[in-house]
Nanobody
Framework: QVQLAESGGGLVQAGGSLRLSCAASGQTFGRYAMGWFRQAPGKDREIVAR????????YYVDSVKGRFTIAKDNAKNMLYLQMTNLKPEDTAVYYCAVRPTLGSGFIYWGQGTQVTVSS
């Protein structure tokens, strides 16, 4: 089992920045990748960014490329999402998640943190 706890959300004006953090605890092996997802009201949950835990390969959804940066601290079991030039359409609940193996999906989820961007 992996426990995940997000923090760092809040209210920010358009153009501003926020840094989300995700603390992982519990099972420390079997962690192929970690990712950030978001879900806006009335919309499906979407992946925002993903990073391979044992390496540095990253993926970003097109809408955040050049604005968001995913990073990790393996020693501290921390995942981060630096968000800059935030837009109102970035408003959502942001979740971190763990994908244990290459063949699995993201099966461990945090409770989420609210990000609200005002225009």
């Amino acid at each position: 089992q992996v426990q995940l706890a997000e923090s760092g959300g809040g209210l920010v004006q358009a153009g501003g920045s926020l840094r989300l953090s995700c603390a992982a605890s519990g099972q420390t092996f079997g962690r192929y990748a970690m990712g950030w997802f978001r879900q806006a009201p009335g919309k499906d949950r979407e992946i925002v960014a993903r990073i391979i835990w044992s390496g540095s390969d990253t993926y970003y959804v097109d809408s955040v490329k050049g604005r968001f940066t995913i990073a990790k601290d393996n020693a501290k079991n921390m995942l981060y999402l630096q968000m800059t030039n935030l837009k109102p359409e970035d408003t959502a609940v942001y979740y971190c998640a763990v994908r244990p193996t290459l063949g699995s999906g993201f099966i461990y989820w945090g409770q989420g943190t609210q990000v609200t961007v005002s225009s």
